[in-house]
């Protein structure tokens, strides 16, 4: 009873100091003390039993049980007990949850083991005696048995546990006992021997106390504490003992009954073999389930909010939008109009025909809208009425009319042509020429307004086009669709919505490049032929001239079409000397890897291309090592750091494409960040997701406790110094680390002038601030090609960015998105006792300290 009440309880507190990751590595070594308190009393018990005498061993047991407590109480401050939230449900479903499926699959492992384990004792001892006729040969052999059981159980703890679970997960671990199991008892089965039983009884004994321990050990750290101590006692004490009981039992009848002659006991290989194979596949089970685990565990936070689905035919839902509707909160009016705007609206046709009618403007404005695509709802009569109008109202519900009501206004639209208001100028203008084409006062006003001398009136003009969009001609609407205009071409993106004529796909296209069009850019490409689409973005991404800003947005806009042809297109725009637009691509191949709708495309992993990316990542860590030596390199080191973010982004999110729903942009800021708790839990999500190649490429780049090989890394410095790397980014196209390359050069090293093809450089604004401090006769420097003639200030945009990466707020942020705030920020000296600004002055500006004090009066 002690020894079981002390091992559940170490092995309880063992879970709330270590993480996934520690137990993995610790567990294996920390039960060799087992092994070798096995050992050491075994051999100590025969000399204190000489001198003191065998009813004297009760001393030293009371010691070491004090000690315990002892012990246990100097590990108190590292337990790490998580706070438990207190649930308002009942007892009854409290118990109800105390097995959940994973917890279910540990029981039937755990009472699989016991099961084995009995029945395969039982096998041994008869066996034995029935080899050994003589009481000192059989203590001789078990002598010689539990000598070489307990050696090899301390060899597995030192040698191979930690190994095996290093390299092979969880799974592995789990899978050895079993297997081993099942092949001893096979070989008892078939051969019938001692030799076969004791294979399978040190398999049993070796691998039970090592790696199956350890193993069932770390499946228990990722679960909650308090339900961890709820659960594992009954599963690994009473319930386990329950088992173990119950075959003891059926051993017992069919000794009793002789139902079994003990010269047929290698029958009982048989259910062994049987419950082995169930326990294996169930072995599989509980690695999935330790997978998702972890996942709560690191997410126990997280929720994950699923499409809102309404059902119509629900009263109950019926009753609360058309509580919201007629309520005269105009918020919620809003919201509850967007929110049946995909619904059948015949359950709100009345309410929503009153507020059109009689609602604020707001409502008005957003029911018309919504009116434009789902047509039918508004009454005729209504709409006539609003019409008549001389408002934005009037001009939105003008379009709507049939071209027979139309005829009806007709006298009101013409002298609607004569307003000022540029809403329902337009709207009648494009109702009249709905209904006479001809009408030569009608097309000037529309041509006037599309001829983009006032962007507002233009885009007016195109949204009351976009349900007559057959009188905007089609190469007016090509331009409009490029305009620089945000307005114009969101506009002109409603309007081609509506014809989706391939013609247009290029110059929808060109507004993936704008963050502030793109989305509706996408929306609008929806609408066509999704080959079509495909076709169009391939050609436009395959363009040389393609700016970046637009390459970029046309890869996001893969992620909406899961296809094959989608997936070789983002593979092949992997590149690692772009590493922004690596990143959309691997977002994008994410995206459609969770669809789930070409699963066989990202079935394997993709080696090439991780390998590719976790190269330049570990080339930049051995550059980091060198230049972490040298003095004034904090803007070098910085985009270092920078684009080591990058690549860990690009590499976790391109070895998630074979679980594509584990939460992995929060695994990425968490392993960035490198100090939050539930980094070794991601880490430990990571080890046993992935194969062995994954893991190996994967592990030294986001563990902080694995390094790379010290040869590796001395091989790659030689291969690439500090020079290499300096001379690479100085040539580079990337503006920002060429010209913190060529600072460092003339700081640090201006032999390397030299070596520098100065044709590859592009001249810059920081360029011109560093070389206009040099006279123009440089021996290697062409320094007349990077002036300028600009006011020299008091310290150039480099030196404002490296100023500004010392103070707290901006240390975080990279140094070429820093290099941004210094052009536009200016340095200026402040006098003793000069005012920088007074109470109520206009708070414009934002001001840094860089050196001498503040006083606020």
């Known amino acids: 009873m002690i020894i079981s009440i002390t091992i559940l309880q170490f092995w309880l507190l063992a879970g709330e100091i270590f993480n996934p990751r520690q137990a993995k590595r610790l567990f294996s070594f920390i039960g060799i003390g087992g092994s070798i308190a096995g050992i050491s009393s075994g051999y100590l018990i025969r000399p204190f039993v000489k001198n003191y005498g065998a009813e004297n061993l009760l001393i030293p047991t009371i010691a070491m049980i004090a000690m315990i407590s002892l012990f246990a109480s100097f590990l108190q401050p590292y337990r790490s007990v998580k706070p438990v939230i207190k649930s308002k449900a009942k007892s009854t479903v409290k118990q109800k949850t105390v097995f959940d499926p994973y917890l279910k699959s540990i029981l039937v492992m755990v009472c699989s083991a016991a099961i084995c384990s009995r029945i395969i004792e039982y096998q041994f001892k008869i066996t034995a005696v029935n080899s050994y006729s003589a009481p000192e040969d059989l203590a001789a052999f078990f002598g010689d048995y539990y000598m070489l059981l307990n050696a090899v159980t301390l060899i597995m703890q030192l040698f191979f546990t930690g190994y095996i679970l290093h390299h092979f997960g969880i799974l592995g671990g789990l899978l050895l006992l079993p297997i081993g199991l099942a092949i001893g008892s096979l070989s008892f089965l078939i051969v019938a021997n001692l030799s076969s039983i004791f294979v399978a009884r040190l398999f049993d004994q070796t691998f039970k106390f090592s790696i199956q321990s350890t193993s069932n050990e770390i499946l228990w750290t990722p679960i909650q504490k308090q339900k961890a101590r709820r659960a594992k006692p009954l599963i690994d004490s009473s319930i386990k003992s329950i088992a173990e009981g119950l075959i003891g039992i059926i051993i017992y009848i069919i000794v009793v009954t002789n139902l ?437 490429i994967l592990m030294p780049i986001i563990d902080p406790e694995i390094d790379f090989k010290q040869k590796n890394v001395k091989d790659e410095q030689k291969k690439n110094d500090i020079s290499t790397h300096i001379k690479s980014w100085s040539e580079s196209s990337h503006y920002w680390k060429s010209v913190i390359a060529i600072d460092y050069i003339l700081k640090h090293d201006q032999s390397m002038t030299e070596v520098i093809d100065w044709r590859k450089i592009v001249p810059s604004p920081f360029l011109a601030e560093i070389f206009n401090q040099y006279s123009d006769d440089h021996p290697t420097i062409p320094i007349t090609r990077f002036k300028n003639k600009s006011e020299k200030t008091m310290f150039t945009i480099l030196e404002k960015t490296i100023l500004l990466k010392t103070v707290n707020i901006f240390q975080d942020i990279p140094g070429e998105l820093l290099s941004q705030i210094s052009q536009i920020s200016r340095a200026k000296n402040y006098e003793h006792g000069e005012i920088i600004f007074n109470e109520g002055d206009a708070g414009d500006s934002m001001f840094i300290v860089l050196s001498g004090e503040v006083s606020i009066k």
């Open 260 to 696: 079994l002659p003990s010269d047929k006991i290698y029958l009982l290989s048989m259910p062994v073999v049987l419950i082995t194979g169930l326990w294996i596949l169930n072995n599989f089970r509980v690695k999935k389930k330790y997978i998702s685990t972890l996942e709560k565990a690191i997410n126990h936070r997280h929720l994950n909010l699923e499409n809102i689905n309404l059902d119509t035919t629900d009263s109950h839902i019926v009753n609360t939008i058309e509580t919201t509707l007629i309520e005269n909160d105009i918020n919620k009016q809003l919201f509850a109009i967007d929110l049946i705007k995909n619904l059948p609206l015949h359950n709100w046709s009345k309410t929503l025909n009153k507020l059109v009618e009689h609602g604020t403007f707001e409502v008005q404005k957003r029911i018309l809208n919504l009116a434009s695509y789902r047509k039918g709802f508004i009454d005729k009569k209504i709409l006539l009425k609003l019409s008549k109008g001389e408002d934005e109202i009037a001009a939105l519900a003008i379009p709507l009319n049939s071209n027979k009501i139309l005829e009806k206004l007709f006298s009101k639209l013409i002298d609607n042509l004569d307003y000022n208001n540029g809403h329902i100028k337009t709207a009648s203008a494009v109702g009249i020429l709905r209904i006479n084409n001809d009408n030569k006062k009608a097309r000037t006003i529309l041509n006037d307004f599309l001829d983009v001398k006032d962007e507002e009136t233009t885009a007016i003009a195109l949204d009351y086009l976009k349900t007559s969009s057959e009188l905007l001609p089609k190469n007016t609407l090509y331009k409009l669709l490029s305009h620089r205009s945000v307005n114009i071409s969101i506009a002109a993106l409603n309007v081609a919505g509506n014809r989706l004529d391939e013609y247009y796909l290029p110059a929808i296209i060109s507004n993936l490049g704008n963050v502030k069009i793109a989305q509706k850019a996408r929306t609008v490409l929806r609408l066509y032929d999704d080959m079509s689409v495909i076709n169009a973005l391939k050609g436009q991404l395959r363009d040389n001239g393609t700016p970046l800003n637009l390459s970029t947005g046309i890869v996001r806009c893969f992620s909406s079409y899961p296809q094959t042809d989608s997936v070789s297109i983002l593979r092949s725009q992997l590149s690692q000397h772009n590493l922004e637009l690596s990143i959309a691509c691997s977002d994008a191949m994410l995206k459609i890897a969770k669809t789930k709708k070409i699963e066989d495309d990202f079935k394997n992993p993709f080696l090439k291309e991780i390998k590719m990316f976790s190269k330049q990542y570990f080339s930049l860590y051995c550059f980091m090592i060198l230049i972490r030596k040298n003095e004034k390199s904090i803007l070098i080191q910085d985009q270092i750091t920078t684009e080591q973010k990058k690549l860990v982004h690009i590499i976790l999110k391109l070895v998630s494409l074979q679980i594509p729903n584990s939460p992995i942009d929060s695994h990425i800021k968490h392993i960035i960040i490198n100090n939050d708790n539930d980094l070794p839990y991601i880490l430990e999500f990571f080890d046993t997701s992935f194969g062995k190649k994954i893991r190996k």
